[in-house]
């Protein structure tokens, strides 16, 4: 499995596409802008878009879901806590330009225990709320070591659940503090200290580094 991380939008939204190398097919995390531009680098790769998956509903994640999927009819997956904003952006319209946003037709709901399966790639869904009503986040617990071979880590996107020496925010409408340290103690930061955590913003960093460094958690 291959991430490519390209930075989007006003806000500097990390969206991901994930390459399952052996088949070509990929999964696109958190379009929050250039829409075009992903799809470019999509079609660049000759890879086949398995689905959108938003890691929450706030606008600089979700702005170009819609022109993914009419572009490319590609189910869009989201947490039903969080489906509504795609309908309506609330209290983000001061943030974000949306006026030309075109909405998601059509999404499929996903919660604690799927699995989004493309090619021989596999992303478990977990339930991660705090940051959003209904946030969640996407592992894969890496590969196992065999004979001759070191094995690879597991990697997690987390959304704006957690970030480089810092925690999401949680001043927002549905955004709860306890429910967001609870979800970081029990479903990130128990994960092997060598997973790479990959954030809705800034630099990727690991489980490992934020158990020691990250303030908001000593």
């Known amino acids: ?52 998956v938003l ?27 969080d489906s509504g904003f795609l309908d309506d952006p609330g209290w983000m319209r001061p943030f974000i330009d949306f006026e030309h946003m075109m909405r998601v037709k059509e999404r499929t709901f996903v919660r604690e225990g799927d699995v989004i399966s493309f090619g021989n790639s596999r992303l478990h869904v977990i339930e991660t709320p705090g940051h959003s009503p209904g946030s969640i986040s996407l592992y894969w617990p890496g590969s196992r070591k065999i004979q001759g071979s070191e094995g690879l880590p597991g990697v997690i996107f987390s959304g704006d659940l957690i970030f480089s020496r810092s925690v999401g925010r949680t001043d927002f409408p549905g955004s709860d503090a306890h429910l967001l340290f609870a979800s970081i103690r029990n479903k990130i930061i128990s994960l092997p200290g060598d997973t790479v955590i990959y954030p809705g913003h800034d630099v990727p960093t690991t489980v490992g580094k934020e158990r020691t460094e990250n303030p908001f958690l000593l």
């Open 1 to 52: 499995m291959k991430v490519h991380r390209r930075v989007v939008g006003s806000l500097s939204t990390n969206c991901y596409i994930v390459e399952d190398e052996g088949s070509g097919k990929a999964v696109l995390i958190d379009p929050g802008g250039d829409g075009e531009g992903i799809l470019e680098f999509v079609n660049s790769r000759e890879l086949d878009l398995h689905c959108v």
């Open 55 to 81: 890691t929450h509903g706030h606008l600089d994640h979700v702005v170009d879901a819609g022109l993914i999927q009419a572009k490319t009819s590609v189910p869009v997956l989201i947490s039903e806590a």
